[in-house]
């Protein structure tokens, strides 16, 4: 009987020794979130800031004969705010991010919000440009 307590002892004496002990760091080689490089992400014209936020009447916008309609609003790994959007142009379907970014203006400049769209990860050839500024909400 002594036996077995002693050998409880020490197992309960080894669990709680393994306990103090701090865990090892992690670290990580590759960044986990990466930014989207400035040159790969392109603007879109602020006219369609209402539409992007779900604040126009519209359900979707034409724009170079592609229908863009609204996905679910959403917050991204590095906390913006993201849309995804759905454009159709024919019997094609496919699906993009915008998100909301912030820019700290310099001096008397007032902060500014304004929307980029995602750059594909998977490229499918090139892509005519979605936005542009010229474009109308018709």
Not at 23 to 51: G, R, W, Y
């Amino acid at each position: 009987m002594r036996v077995v307590k002693k050998v409880i002892a020490l197992c309960a004496l080894v669990v709680i020794s393994g306990c103090t002990g701090t865990p090892p760091v992690l670290t990580s080689s590759k960044p986990l979130v990466k930014d989207t490089p400035s040159q790969q992400a392109s603007a879109i014209p602020s006219k369609f800031n209402d539409f992007l936020l779900g604040q126009s009447s519209e359900t979707f916008v034409e724009i170079h004969k592609k229908k863009i309609y609204l996905g679910r609003l959403y917050t991204s790994a590095r906390l913006e705010l993201c849309r995804e959007l759905y454009i159709v142009e024919g019997s094609s379907n496919k699906k993009r991010i915008a998100c909301k970014k912030e820019s700290n203006g310099k001096g008397e400049e007032k902060q500014s919000t304004f929307w980029v769209l995602s750059p594909d990860i998977v490229k499918h050839g090139k892509q005519a440009p979605l936005f542009s500024s010229g474009d109308s909400n018709d």
